[in-house]
């Protein structure tokens, strides 16, 4: 068959087929007949029609007898194919011409519309439309639905981004390419535009019902359309607008275009690939909606839609200032407001903060622009519009009008509505008068394909209104359900607890709102009325929050930290922050250094603290004064941040994963060896560069309250090594606890620790964990663990590459130590030999230690038969651990029996993934009905059988079992 078969035609087009039947002559017209007998010459599944009825047949009757057995779609097709077959070629081109026809016109209509929404796009009179045609914008297209990867073409394709950078814009340059013949012409027969705003509030209809929205004609091509399923193209924009069906999960797949239902399910089963799954989806969707696609989706492919590059935002801020010099001076300013100049990304923003700040320059040519928050500036740019809009509304109106503006815009928020309809606005008793002017001042924009509905310009307009709707005066919440301040809880939970980056930008405008400035020009140039307990509300918001484990909950500290530099209002921040005990910050850029060291410095009571700097510090000389320093200069805040340790309560520091250079380090451990400063735990894995911990000399040097030092995961060396040692030996520095863990220690640094063990009484706990000691790092370390000075009573020594040689040494060690009471030897292939050797001091009874992990030591039974001596003749053990070791029943049957000595002391006991079987339970239960002192066993990845576990169960129900936990 030809490969036109695909197309349709309107109802009008019956006359059109009889006049080519009447233009046959009579042979022709007799070859017609026969061929449609021919086999080969139809469609599959189309029926034959009886030679007695075309016999004598003419072609107005032919006709109707060929509109009895085909569809009219079917008839074309058929005629077309007996006409290829009669060469009747310009016929056949005729015929092509008149299928065509109908989806010509629907390409016309489809651009038609496009090119109608784009000219109907209200933007302001001022804005600066940079026009982004490039000769790469088709290749840019083309790639959107053709990507250059291995595999097949995506049949899911998504474009996210923030609101405002062009999503829609793209998607809608997509369909007009098609439209217009450039592009995807071989791919697509069909593009469907479906705007989720707009078919949300839709009735219940069938998936055939919505596709003839946009259709020339009253009668829609399904059959083609279900044909021909991979030529079809759905352009799904706005899915954040899509409210996602509840109570799927039991619901049988949907394939019926003409079953009836509500639209989002529709839509639902359209993303699931159910109703066309040969199809190929463009979905748009802001990015916070982009976790649900994930989880409707089928291997779909994202694309970031990241609208205005630098340069562009450049040459918007240069056409619109017309002055480079001025220009500059406030992109210096946007570029230090990072998250400002992300959302500039957006075309509109940018208008928005080139119209704000240019009236105020043009108002005051005193103005500081350094003085502009994101907050001021939307302030600032709703108070001069109204301040010279003429708005037909009352003074006693004002207050009423703004507060219901501002519920819209919240309630809104909420429902994830940015689109509102006549009733919306009746429903909130909004005035034409004040919703002529928003469209006026470009606030409010119509909405295109949605008749009489309303939308704000740019999100972030709603997104101000909707907090500044709860600084307003009034306890009424948005929607008629919990007051204005529990609502407000309950979005900064969400945002600041839960994590919802959806909401971030809306607290960051509510915090904004409370200072003090801001609240009077509100109430001054837009006669609003601001309640009087918002901040007392916050506090004891605040408050609750000690309840709650924020570290471990992961607590949004840097927006909230960000939320608070918005209010600019110290003293409150000051007592806000007052309960904080733990913060958890990592300062990556400019902004986060900013609101991190105007909030850290009245954080009075923090005493935990984990920073994470890899933002850039310039370097400078220790000689600086404060009073030198620009007050918002990097050098200016991190001193900010480093004072907090002075504040008497601080008393852990986590500086993991930090890139400082040597001036900021030295100036930070300046603070820390201040003698307010009572710092206790220091912990500072994997920083860069390793040199700089050569700066912790300082705090080290005669300071008496360091007790905790971790230094994992950094290649310390020997330069490093060398000078910490030497100055932890110092009488007035107190260290208990080092951690070298994952350091790379060499030889040379063994000999320098051991002289430190063997030089003082105060480390107490050690931690060489995952360097390579090997045996003769032992063997220095050891000869230190036998000096009377040496007072270590934790070692840890897990994947050491240790061998039996150590356990020689650690045993001539344990013999002579009386203060080690705990020791961890996990991972090194001690094998049987090595458990011998450490036998023979755990066998003196006077050996101290109390705690031994032997766990995946590589030993067996005769291994646990070496510790079962010992243990005799040891009582002091109360913790062994030997979990994968290839022990068997044979090596727990020699445990067992040292267990059931009432002089055993042992109360925790590891055997997880020991090769044990059943055979091992019935000794185990003896141990359990007799040992006075196992409280603690476990028995994990072990194939004991029911048979096994029976046995167990027995014993654990048994009065005289003492056993607490089972693993």
Not at 346 to 352: H, Y
Not at 388 to 405: F, G, K, Y
Not at 478 to 503: C, I, Q
């Amino acid at each position: 068959m030809s490969s036109s078969a695909n197309i349709y035609v309107d109802n009008g087009s019956y006359d059109k087929l009889l006049s080519y039947l009447m233009g046959l002559d009579q042979s022709q017209l007799e070859e017609f007949k026969l061929c449609l007998q021919s086999p080969q010459l139809l469609l599959e599944n189309f029926q034959k029609i009886p030679w007695a009825n075309l016999k004598a047949i003419d072609p107005i009757n032919l006709l109707c007898l060929l509109s009895e057995y085909f569809s009219e779609k079917q008839m074309w097709e058929v005629t077309l194919s007996i006409f290829e077959n009669m060469n009747l070629t310009s016929l056949c081109m005729e015929i092509r011409a008149t299928m065509n026809v109908h989806r010509r016109r629907y390409r016309e209509r489809m651009k038609a519309k496009i090119l109608m929404m784009w000219d109907n796009m209200p933007w302001p009179e001022d804005h600066i439309y940079l026009r982004n045609v490039t000769e790469k914008e088709h290749e840019e297209l083309k790639s959107l639905l053709y990507p250059n990867r291995t595999g097949a073409q995506p049949q899911t394709i998504i474009l996210e981004g923030i609101a405002g950078v062009g999503k829609t814009t793209l998607a809608m340059k997509a369909m007009l390419h098609w439209a217009k013949g450039y592009l995807f012409q071989q791919r697509f027969s069909y593009v469907f535009f479906i705007s989720c705003h707009k078919v949300k509030d839709m009735k219940d209809t069938t998936f055939a019902g919505l596709l003839s929205w946009d259709w020339p004609d009253s009668q829609v091509p399904i059959e083609e359309l279900m044909s021909h399923p991979e030529r079809l193209l759905f352009v799904i924009d706005g899915f954040e607008e899509m409210d996602i069906p509840s109570n799927l999960d039991n619901s049988p797949p949907c394939t019926d275009w003409y079953q009836k239902l509500p639209v989002n399910r529709i839509l639902f089963y359209l993303l699931k690939k159910e109703l066309v799954p040969m199809a190929t989806l463009l979905i748009t969707t802001k990015e916070y909606r982009t976790k649900d696609l994930k989880k409707l989706l089928l291997n779909p492919w994202f694309v970031q839609i990241l609208g205005f590059t630098e340069g562009d935002r450049e040459e918007y801020f240069i056409r619109y200032f017309g002055d480079q010099k001025k220009a500059k001076k406030v992109l210096y300013w946007v570029r230090k407001n990072e998250t400002l100049f992300y959302f500039c990304s957006a075309p509109l923003v940018c208008w928005t903060v080139c119209s704000c700040l240019k009236r105020q320059m043009v108002r005051n040519p005193h103005f500081q622009i350094s003085t502009q928050t994101t907050t001021s500036l939307y302030v600032h740019f709703f108070s001069s519009l109204f301040a010279t809009a003429e708005v037909s509304l009352s003074e006693q109106n004002w207050p009423e009008q703004w507060s219901a503006l501002c519920s819209l815009a919240a309630e809104g928020m909420w429902f994830r509505n940015f689109t509102f309809t006549k009733e919306d606005l009746k429903h909130k008793c909004l005035e034409a008068h004040l919703i002529g002017s928003l469209l006026r001042l470009n606030i409010l924009r119509k909405v295109n394909d949605c008749e009489e509905c309303v939308t704000f310009t740019h999100q972030s307009f709603q997104v101000f209104l909707g907090a500044m709707f709860y600084v307003l005066r009034g306890t009424k919440g948005s929607f008629g359900g919990p007051a204005k301040h529990e609502e407000m809880r309950v979005l900064l939970n969400d945002t600041l607890v839960d994590r919802n980056f959806y909401w971030n930008q809306m607290a960051l405008f509510f915090f904004g709102l409370l200072k003090r400035s801001l609240i009077k020009e509100l109430e001054d140039t837009l006669c609003c009325k601001v309640g009087q307990r918002i901040m007392d509300e916050l506090l004891e918001w605040a408050e609750e929050l000690k309840s709650y484990d924020i570290v471990l909950n992961r607590f949004e500290f840097l927006h909230f930290f960000s939320c608070l530099y918005e209010t600019q209002e110290e003293n409150f921040v000051r007592q806000i922050l007052s309960p904080l005990l733990e913060a958890d910050i990592n300062i990556f850029g400019n902004q986060q250094l900013q609101v991190s060291s105007f909030c850290l410095k009245h954080c009075r009571s923090l005493s935990k603290l984990r920073l994470s700097v890899t933002s850039s510090i310039p370097q400078t000389e220790l000689t600086f004064s404060v009073e030198t320093l620009e007050p918002h200069s990097k050098i200016y805040q991190w001193q900010d941040i480093c004072s907090v340790f002075c504040n008497g309560h601080v008393s852990e520091l986590d500086l993991s994963n930090s890139k400082l250079n040597a001036s900021s380090m030295k100036k930070l451990c300046y603070e820390l060896r201040n003698p307010r400063c009572k710092l206790q735990k220091l912990t500072c894995k994997s920083i860069t560069p390793v040199k700089i911990l050569k700066e912790l000399v300082l705090v080290l040097h005669g300071n008496n309250r360091l007790t905790h030092l971790n230094l994992s995961s950094n290649n310390l060396g020997v330069p490093v090594s060398t000078m910490i040692f030497k100055t932890l030996r110092h009488s007035a520095c107190n260290l208990q606890y080092l951690c070298l863990e994952k350091c790379n220690l060499s030889a040379a640094i063994y000999q320098d620790l051991a002289l430190h063990l063997s030089s003082t009484q105060r480390t107490t706990r050690l931690c060489l964990g995952f360097n390579p000691l090997q045996d003769d790092g032992v063997r220095l370390l050891c000869a230190a663990l036998t000096h009377p000075e040496c007072a270590l009573e934790r070692l840890v020594l897990w994947f050491c590459q240790l061998g039996a040689p150590s356990c020689r040494y650690l045993s001539d060690a344990l013999l002579k130590n009386k203060s080690l009471t705990h020791l961890n030897l996990r991972r090194n292939k001690l094998r049987d030999e090595g458990v011998k050797f450490l036998c023979k001091a755990l066998s003196h009874p006077d050996c101290s230690l109390q705690n031994l992990d032997l766990s995946d030591c590589s030993f067996t039974a005769d291994g646990c038969q070496e510790l079962a001596n010992a243990l005799r003749h040891n009582h002091n053990m109360k913790i062994l651990d030997i979990r994968n070791n290839d022990v068997q029943d044979n090596g727990v049957k020699h445990l067992c029996e040292v267990l059931q000595d009432p002089n055993c002391e042992l109360n925790t006991l590891g055997l997880e993934k020991c090769n044990l079987t059943p055979a091992c339970c019935q000794h185990l239960s003896s141990v359990l009905t007799s040992s006075k002192s196992l409280v603690n066993l476990n028995l994990l990845e072990n194939d004991l059988e029911p048979s096994g576990v029976s046995i167990l169960w027995k014993a654990l129900k048994k009065s005289m079992c003492k056993l607490q936990k089972l693993g």
